[in-house]
């Protein structure tokens, strides 16, 4: 599968190199440097490549959204059309300060990029584990017990894909429900951002 990671910060960055060690053609895209995506591809050591968010988008079995929720409009914008695209995202709906969500309780971050989105097909996953653990994850994936993560999504396809990218990474993939129930996992997820 080809994934295209869209925001190559902490997340992103940590994310897409597991993605590439595990055999993904990856696309690294979104950061303030070309210099930096050049050395997140050089350094992950598998089929990894920068990018623009539209080279990330195109061709792209699975997109990785990992951006904080005051770029959302310029990413989505530079990556172009995304309909029949499958997104998973990790993005939490933070205000500038990271101090609350703007979205919560009614609805979440996940639910509203699904509505300002809507042919794309989106998963919330990753968002409840700190970028800090991924490394050590995918490290001791073949320990016989693994950590579980949680994601959401409307449809199964779309949903397959994230289970199998959770997979790869290490974790033990849950299947929480559909998309409105990320509005109780996301506050968990500040819960767990704020503890890390
Ligand atoms: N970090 C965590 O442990 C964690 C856990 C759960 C959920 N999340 C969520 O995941 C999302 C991403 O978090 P993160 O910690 O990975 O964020 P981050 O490290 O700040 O990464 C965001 C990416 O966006 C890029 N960016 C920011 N402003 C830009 C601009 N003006 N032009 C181009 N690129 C720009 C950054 O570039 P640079 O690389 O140049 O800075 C970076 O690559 C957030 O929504 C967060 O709430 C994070």
Redesign the pocket.
């Known amino acids: 599968m080809r994934v295209g990671i869209l925001?190559?910060?902490?997340?992103?960055g940590k994310l897409g190199t597991i993605f590439a060690r595990a055999g993904y053609e990856v696309i690294f895209s979104?950061?303030?440097?070309e210099q930096?995506l050049k050395k997140l591809a050089r350094d992950a050591k598998g089929k990894a490549m920068p990018g623009t968010p539209r080279e990330a988008a195109q061709e792209a079995d699975a997109l990785l959204l990992?951006?904080?929720?005051s770029?959302m409009d310029?990413v989505l914008s530079q990556a172009g059309d995304l309909s029949g695209k499958v997104i998973v995202s990790?993005?939490?709906p933070?205000n500038a300060r990271n101090t609350e969500l703007v979205i919560a309780h009614t609805s979440s971050g996940a639910e509203a990029l699904a509505k300002r989105v809507p042919k794309a097909r989106f998963v919330s996953a990753f968002?409840t584990?700190?970028?800090?653990v991924l490394l050590g994850v995918f490290t001791s994936r073949r320990k016989a017990t693994r950590p579980s993560l949680v994601y959401c999504g409307y449809d199964s396809g779309s949903k397959e894909i994230a289970a199998e990218l959770i997979r790869d990474v290490g974790f033990d993939p849950v299947d929480a429900g559909p998309l409105r129930i990320v509005r109780y996992t996301e506050p968990l997820?500040l819960l767990v951002?704020q503890l890390?």
Not at 7 to 12: I, K, V, W
Not at 129 to 132: C, D, F, K, Q
Request: net charge positive; hydrophobic share 40%; glycine share 10%.
């Open positions: 925001g190559s910060g902490l997340m992103g979104y950061a303030r440097s930096k990992a951006v904080h929720w770029r310029d990790c993005s939490l933070m968002n584990v700190p970028s800090e997820a951002t890390a």
